[in-house]
Nanobody, 117 residues
């Protein structure tokens, strides 16, 4: 499984940012993030077969939107209304159907998102 994340950067609070993840294979895909001094946490996931099948963590629900374009093998994370609490390294991850993404995911390299207040 190859996962290549991109799109991170430095933005101001209230701004938007879009992350991309080039993901090979037929896997559910999603994003985790890890803030300084904190454990890595699940952010959002999307099914490979049904792009409507998504799961969002409570802190990002309503602000972040995940989507995928299987023809381009790419998953997108649109992040709106960013706050300093969203500052973290964001990791793209992929997992098989039925697998636990918290323990059985494949990982890409992270991309830094920094939100200044």
């Amino acid at each position: 499984v190859q996962l290549q994340a991109s799109g991170g950067g430095l933005v101001q609070a209230g701004d938007s940012l879009r992350l991309s993840c080039a993901a090979s294979g037929r896997f559910a895909t999603g994003w985790f993030r890890q803030a300084p001094g904190k454990e890595r946490e699940f952010v959002v996931g999307i099914s490979f077969r049904d792009a409507r099948a998504t799961t969002y963590a409570a802190p990002v629900n309503g602000r972040f939107t995940i989507s995928r374009d299987n023809a381009k093998n790419t998953v997108y994370l649109q992040m709106n209304s960013l706050t300093s609490e969203d500052t973290a390294v964001y990791y793209c991850a992929a997992w098989s159907v039925g697998a636990n993404p918290l323990t059985d995911a494949y990982w890409g390299q992270g991309t830094q998102v920094t939100v200044s207040s």
